[in-house]
Structures are given as C-alpha cells and as structure tokens.
C-alpha cells in the first residue's frame, strides 16, 4: 500500500516489526507532515499520540474489540483546526464471520435499539457530533450481516464445529477454547442447549445430565442478565465442591444464595422439599457439575460492575451494592419467594410487609418498541437524587402514602434501562441495586384527569456513573 501511494505521488511509508527501529523517526515524520500516510502492522494500536492524525484505513480484519478500538481511537485525539476524523473501513466484507455488531454497538454506545434497528434508522442515537455515513450498498451489507450472525450459531453449525474441533486446533476441546476459538456467545450457545449436550449430540459424550434443561434456562434467562461476582462466586465455590456441602453448615446469607440458586434452576416453588434435597440432587449428577465448573469462570469474566457492600441495614442481606440481579433474585433476597412459596407479583413495586421491606423496581425507557404513554417519569436528577413516581392509586393519605411520608419502611431501588435486551428482546434485563433510598421531598402532581405522587428519594450511596448513563435518559419513542 505504501508503495502504490508512493507511486500516484503521495508522501508514504511504512511501519512493521521488520524496521521497528524506524518508529521514533517516522512518529516525527508523520507528525511534522513529512509523510502524509503510514502504513502500520501491529505498531501503533495504543500508547501512541499523534493528534494531528484525522483518517485512519483499516485494511486488514481483527476479532478483537479490544484492538478495534484501539487503532479506532488513535484519530480521536483533539488537535487545532482539527473538526473531524474519517474512518475508512475497507476489510469488512473479507469474511462473512466478520463481527459488526460488536463494533457498531462501541461507536453508538448504549441505546434502547438493536443495532440493527440503529443501523435502518442511519444511527439517530450516535454522540452529539457524529455521524456514520453509509453508501446504499454497503448499508445494506452491513444490516445483512448483523441479522445472519444470528442466523449462523444454528445447533447444526455448532455441532459441527464441536465434532472437528481438534481437528483445526492444538488446543483441548472445552467450552472454554470453543468460546474463544469461535468467539461464540453464551446467548446463542445457551439458547435451549448445553455444552454437554452439544458433546452428546457430537458423539463427543455418552452422558447426559438430568439437568440440561433447567441449566440451559439458568443461562439463557438468568445468569446471562445477572452481574454478580459474589453471586457467581457462591456458585463457582459449590461447583468445584461437586455440590458435596451441607445446608446447615452454611451462613444465612449463604443460604439465601443457595434459594437464589433454586430459583434460577427451578423456577417454581416445592420442587424440592429442602434445599438439602436440592444440593444431592445436583450432587449426583457429574455431567451438571463438570459443566457447572466451566461456565462460571466464563461469567466471572464477563462481570462488568464493582460490587460495594451492601448499606440496606437488613440482616444477612445476600445483595451486593451496584450488582445486576434478575427480579426472581431479588424476591428471595427480600423474603417475598420462599422455598414453598414463589412471589407472585409484578408490579413496579414489591413489599415484605413482616419486615417492613419494599423494593422499587424502575424500567428508564418505558415499553418504547409497544409504544407505551405511560406518565411514570422515573429517572436520577443527579448521582445522589432520584426521582420516583408511585402507582396510581397511591395518595398522600393512603397507607402507603404515609408509609413513604413516615418512611416506616426500609426502601430498596432496583434499576434497568428497560425491561428487554436491544438485541434480543426474548430476553429480560437484570436490575441494578442501587440500595436504600430515604426521603427528600413529595408533591401530589395534576396529570389532568387524576392526581399521582412524585418522590424525590435520597441516595445513601451515590449513583455509580455506568447507571447515571442511562438513568437520566428519556423514553424514546
């Protein structure tokens, strides 16, 4: 490329592993506009600062988002009359396997919208300033290949790829390679399957857990939604143990993990008549436990938020503050599902009325894809207040209008920018626990046609600034 460039004329070089020595004087070259273009392997991804730079090639692929951003970043660095940076992307169409979903969703950052759905609509919700300027063509392309990517992770692609795995690799088959060697996310691979019985179907294994089914769910429905590394860490430590634990030896917040635990795999209250029952069960199934053991360092990797202690005052609260729990979690942590008895409710709020405990469940973006008009207007005013509004029917002088008035309850504030995944919307968000709230302010508010209740909640642990992103965010229509 350097050379063709040369040839029609224009200033260019080159940078490999081959001059590296040659690094210092061309970094000056191209920063002092002796070269207009350099041409790079592998050289200058990161830790390296030309802000003058205000277009980047890229001309060969990369599966790592990592590098992607990397090399992507290295024209945003602001300099003097400098207004823009134009990104070239010529290797996308190399390999169908290309992955552009990943690499959209970095540039457009988080909306309530599949990427897809961003990418028919020319990217509305791109930061203030930007722009993703698409030919007709390759629009097209790229909206193609989005879609086919879900396509592609069929159970009989899969399949095939387990049976010839270490025919292609040096590396051991285990879900572990197979999730990095093929980049294949747990989503796909979880959807109604498991990795022992992807082995089963590949004639890889003879065995099958009694419990793929249940597991399969736990994954796909909860785990997957669930950021939690002192959750996850519970049930990795249970793993490696082969399940082989006795109930009455655990702490209470142990055994309201182990619930937590029943919950996700079990669904329904009394399948069990202990939660010993349950721990022998699991126990006698080897196939559960190996697989067990190999995925929960997968999600252990894939936490993304630093858990603080827990500020609810309750005793033995299982919750860590700032994790992403599913609701199912969350009512056995407040004592609503029992191992008897499962809650039942599903409205925005939830109360322990023996403990004194209510848990505010807030969605951000309200229902956008059913074209919801609700009135809630629930959203942070800042790290530290948070704005809430109640039922309908609550009123000032209701009890539970003088519940929160009196604050004669514990108030717990659960968070999710909205009820569904924007790339899958089978799939249910987690909330965020952002812990005890207690009161600030209240007004009666005139909707027109009726009153309802607006409350300014304190928080006694500020808002961490990953939730403020989309806490203050607006429904979009």
């Not at 790229?142 to 025919?167: D, H, M, S, W």
């Not at 060697?181 to 590949?202: A, E, H, I």
Request: charged share 25%; hydrophobic share 35%.
């Amino acid at each position: 490329m350097a050379s063709k460039f040369t040839l029609c004329g224009l200033k260019a070089d080159v940078l490999t592993s081959q001059n590296a020595q040659m690094r210092g004087p061309l970094y000056r070259q191209l920063k002092n506009k002796e070269i207009n273009y350099l041409f790079v392997v592998d050289m200058f991804n990161e830790g390296i600062d030309i802000p003058e730079v205000d277009t980047i090639l890229f001309l060969r692929p990369t599966e790592s988002l990592t590098v992607f951003i990397q090399q992507f970043g290295r024209g945003l660095r602001k300099s003097e009359g400098k207004t823009h940076v134009n990104i070239l992307d010529y290797v996308g169409n190399c390999r169908a396997e290309f992955n552009y979903t990943d690499r959209m969703r970095v540039m457009m950052g988080r909306t309530s919208m599949s990427v897809a759905e961003e990418m028919e609509r020319d990217c509305p919700h791109l930061p203030l300033g930007c722009q993703i300027i698409l030919e007709p063509k390759a629009k097209e392309y790229i909206i193609n290949n989005i879609k086919g990517a879900i396509r592609r992770f069929t159970p009989r692609r899969v399949i095939e790829l387990v049976k010839n795995f270490e025919r292609h690799h040096s590396v051991l088959l285990t879900l572990s390679n197979f999730v990095r060697m093929y980049n294949v996310p747990l989503d796909k691979l979880y959807r109604g399957c498991t990795w022992n019985q992807l082995l089963f179907m590949s004639g890889l294994n003879n065995k099958q857990s009694k419990f793929n089914e249940e597991l399969s769910r736990a994954v796909f429905r909860k785990w997957l939604a669930t950021d939690s590394y002192s959750y996850f860490s519970f049930i990795e430590n249970l793993a490696k143990k082969s399940f082989k634990v006795t109930v009455n030896e655990m702490n209470e917040i142990e055994k309201k993990r182990l619930l937590m635990l029943y919950y996700d795999l079990f669904e329904t209250a009394g399948h069990f008549e202990s939660l010993q029952q349950m721990i022998d069960a699991l126990a006698d199934d080897d196939c559960f436990c190996e697989e067990l053991r190999e995925i929960m360092p997968l999600l252990l990797q894939g936490n993304k938020t630093y858990e603080k202690t827990d500020n609810s005052g309750l005793p033995n609260f299982p919750l860590r503050l700032h994790g992403i729990y599913t609701k199912a979690q969350i009512q056995v942590a407040i004592g609503t599902s029992t191992l008897n008895h499962k809650s039942s409710a599903r409205e925005g709020v939830e109360r322990n009325k023996q403990h004194n405990i209510e848990a505010m469940f807030v969605d951000i973006i309200k229902n956008r894809e059913e074209g919801s008009t609700t009135d809630y207007d629930d959203k942070a005013l800042s790290p530290d207040l948070f704005q809430w509004d109640t039922q309908n029917r609550v009123r000032p002088e209701s009890k539970e209008g003088q519940a929160y008035i009196q604050q004669t309850q514990t108030m717990l504030l659960f968070v999710r920018e909205q009820k569904n995944f924007s790339e899958d919307k089978t799939r249910t968000m987690g909330y965020v626990y952002l812990g005890r709230v207690t009161l600030n302010n209240w007004t009666y508010k005139n909707l027109g046609t009726r009153y309802q209740m607006q409350i300014l909640w304190n928080m006694v642990e500020s808002i961490p600034g990953s939730v403020m992103h989309f806490a203050r965010m607006k429904e979009i229509a």
